[in-house]
């Protein structure tokens, strides 16, 4: 009897536990800032391209030029021999003509602190289940 009731407190600490995971580790798509926020953070930070696409378009995005953006990046890391920084300043929504769009101003800043570049952004907006980026282009 100890050991049936000891095997039911088990199995319900095991639901609460993969519940509380579950909601811990969900993906939030509800803001287009926080979803750009998240995208940046997977592709230019850590660089983890899986991680990235939990934030983009499910077909159709075009990525090629934030691409580029990381591949000089990479590049300039490996020849020069030192670490890039990437970050980015405060995210501004804009909902224009049934279209949304999320700017913001990416940063790189060498390692020891000696050089620093903006370069200004703005991520094409879908609600696909969620907010997802489907193109990113950098403003002239």
């Known amino acids: 009897m100890a050991a049936g009731i000891l095997a039911l407190l088990c199995l319900g600490g095991v639901g609460v536990f993969i519940s509380f995971y579950d909601e811990a580790t969900k993906i939030e798509r ?5 979803v750009v926020d ?3 953070r997977a592709y230019l930070v850590n ?3 899986e991680e990235a696409a939990l934030f983009t378009c499910k077909s159709g995005a075009d990525l090629t030029q934030i691409d580029a953006f990381r591949t000089d990046i990479q ?7 030192i670490g890039i920084r990437v970050d ?5 929504v804009r ?3 049934g279209k949304t769009t999320v700017s913001t101003d990416v940063r790189r800043i060498i390692a ?3 050089e620093r570049t903006t370069d200004s952004w ?3 907006m879908v609600d696909q289940d969620g907010w997802r980026v489907c193109g990113a282009t950098p403003i002239p």
């Open 30 to 34: 509800t803001a287009p800032d926080a």
């Open 38 to 40: 998240s995208f940046l």
């Open 47 to 49: 660089r983890n391209d």
């Open 75 to 81: 590049s300039r890391e490996q020849r020069f021999s």
């Open 88 to 92: 980015w300043t405060s995210l501004t």
């Open 95 to 97: 909902e224009e003509g």
């Open 112 to 114: 020891d602190g000696s």
């Open 122 to 124: 703005q991520f094409a």
